[in-house]
């Protein structure tokens, strides 16, 4: 071994060192034996223990020099230092080790600790199923239900929400579980408050299936089990409610076909397009018709998703228009609206150029452009039997069109906060606007400074429909339909499912009172679809 300059042997610098321990020759006087150990830590120092008389014993990893010296093994020194660090972590507590006895105390607490924590859970638990219970009970309705179909199942899950953070506060203080008793209660009270007595019954009765494009609005026929919807794959199709077969489709459009609505009492049809004309073609549709042999008119429906071979053999096809409202005086830009007026002998039409248009249908010649709006225009509807017109903007503002004097009268309604998207009258002479702004007014026409009722949605709102009996239906850019009576009160919500309702934004509703179809409400959505729903409403005087 290698020799320093004074003659001491040198340490390697490996971790080598501290189990090869140094032996330190001293004096041995009297009797007297001398000990010296090698530090443990660093590079390489000695330690020299000396010792008088007696039996002297050394401590460390070396021996004892002389006389009776007894020295400590490594495995003690060991056993001390771990010892020392029992209490240095969890995770040291919990491994198992050969330590002996002493370990069971820890053990014994952490299984004290780890079976309450067990016990809160299923404290926890057993109160979170009784509260689903509770919820269940003061809904009273099943899953398929159209009244509060979504309410109890949402607000179930923000209570299982409320009961994890209040676990997890729990453990601290006990504070909490009075702060969750409170959320709870103010939760059910609202979910109570948002049931009805009166239910609704909803299904769907019919698909009518085969546009290629999103489809913009629906219309119905009054005396006649037919349907009319506008695409923006330029064309527009009659359907037969009862059967769900494409009777008749109009193909005289260069654009996107963005509303269809029935004359009153003849058999045409007035449609507005993106290729800035409105027309009026003949809906005169042929009942014979045959299905296809072996096949039910549901598969025939699908079929025609399928190409358009087989479409055009199946479907009428018409592309001439009656007349066409254009040129001089005509719009500029994308008629969005189309409307007769009462009599049917005048139509008003709505663009994107700001302004709507009174046209003459004999004469085909535009009567009163009627501007003010700041913004271009979406919708336009008539008065079933007065001589007015609401026109709606993207300005948040929608106007009142009195044509019943030689010179029209004009009002301005203001309420909304964002685009107006459609307006419809009542048969009480009342006006419903719908509005991006997630909201739907009631106003009356004498009376334009305030609304008489606001109802407020979770969605934008497109185009919608008031039934004969006072039944608002409301399309969602959210893909649902909700039902509300003019007094603002929530009646239903058309149910949605994977196999039920629209997969995409609902552009319109529309309403139809022959009581004879199994269908009395229909709904068209950008999922190319159109469907007829089965709504059982209850009384008037309710």
């Known amino acids: 071994m290698a020799l320093d300059l004074l003659g001491r042997q040198k340490m390697p610098l490996d971790g080598s060192s501290s189990k090869q321990p140094t032996v330190a020759s001293s004096s041995v006087s009297g009797g007297a034996t001398g000990v010296a150990t090698a530090g443990a830590s660093g590079p390489a120092g000695a330690v020299g223990v000396g010792g008088v008389g007696g039996n002297a014993t050394g401590s460390g990893a070396a021996g004892a020099v002389g006389g009776n010296a007894v020295g400590t093994t490594v495995m003690g020194k060991q056993l001390s230092a771990k010892r020392s660090l029992k209490l240095g972590s969890l995770a040291e507590d919990i491994m198992p080790t050969s330590l002996g006895g002493g370990d069971e105390p820890f053990r014994a607490r952490l299984h004290h600790l780890f079976s309450q924590i067990e016990k809160e859970f299923e404290l926890l638990h057993a109160e979170n199923m009784s509260l689903r219970e509770k919820l269940e009970a003061v809904a009273g309705t099943p899953r398929d239900s159209t009244v509060g179909e979504r309410l109890p199942l949402q607000d179930a899950f923000e209570v299982d929400g409320s009961v994890n953070k209040s676990f997890k506060s729990k453990l601290g203080s006990a504070g909490s579980k009075v702060k969750a008793g409170h959320k709870l209660r103010a939760q059910t009270s609202r979910i109570v408050s948002s049931f009805k007595a009166q239910s609704v019954v909803s299904s769907l009765v019919r698909e009518f299936c085969g546009h290629k494009d999103g489809v913009w609005q629906v219309s119905t026929k009054a005396g006649q089990p037919i349907i009319g919807t506008a695409s923006a794959d330029h064309s527009a199709c009659i359907w037969g409610i009862d059967t769900g077969r494409c009777l008749l489709q109009y193909q005289g459009h260069s654009g996107s076909v963005n509303s269809i609505k029935f004359h009153p009492t003849r058999d045409i049809v007035l449609t507005g397009s993106g290729d800035a004309t409105a027309q009026i073609w003949q809906a005169a549709v042929n009942w014979e018709v045959p299905a296809r042999k072996g096949h039910s008119s549901e598969e025939e429906l699908e079929e025609e998703e399928e190409g358009p071979y087989e479409e055009k053999e199946r479907i009428d096809v018409l592309r001439t228009p009656l007349c066409e409202f254009s040129g001089p005086g005509g ?5 969005v609206a189309a409307d007769w007026l009462p009599g049917g002998d005048q139509v008003i039409t709505a663009s994107w150029d700001r302004t709507a248009i009174l046209w003459d249908v004999e ?12 913004h271009e225009l979406t919708h336009a509807s008539a008065h079933p039997s007065q001589r007015l017109v609401v026109t709606a903007s993207r300005d948040s503002t929608f106007r009142l069109w009195d044509f019943r004097d030689p010179i029209p009268a004009v009002s301005v309604f203001q309420g909304h906060t964002e685009n107006v998207t459609s307006t419809v009258f009542t048969r009480d002479d009342k006006v419903v606007s719908g509005s991006d702004d997630r909201s739907v007014k009631v106003w009356e026409l004498r009376n334009m400074r305030s609304a008489l009722t606001t109802i407020r949605t979770d969605s934008a709102v497109n185009r919608l429909a008031v039934s004969a009996s006072g039944v608002i239906a409301i399309p969602h850019d959210n893909r649902h339909i909700r039902l509300f009576d003019l007094n603002g ?21 529309a309403w139809t009172e022959d009581i004879s179809s199994n269908c009395n409400l229909f709904s068209s959505g950008f999922d190319r679809r159109v469907l007829g729903w089965g709504v059982c409403l209850p009384p008037k005087d309710n």
């Open 489 to 509: 009160q929530r009646i239903a919500r058309l149910p949605r499912t994977s196999r039920q309702g629209h997969r995409r934004m609902v552009s319109a509703v």
């Open 331 to 335: 719009h500029t830009a994308v008629v």
């Open 363 to 374: 004469t085909r010649e535009p009567l009163h452009p009627l501007c003010g709006h700041d």
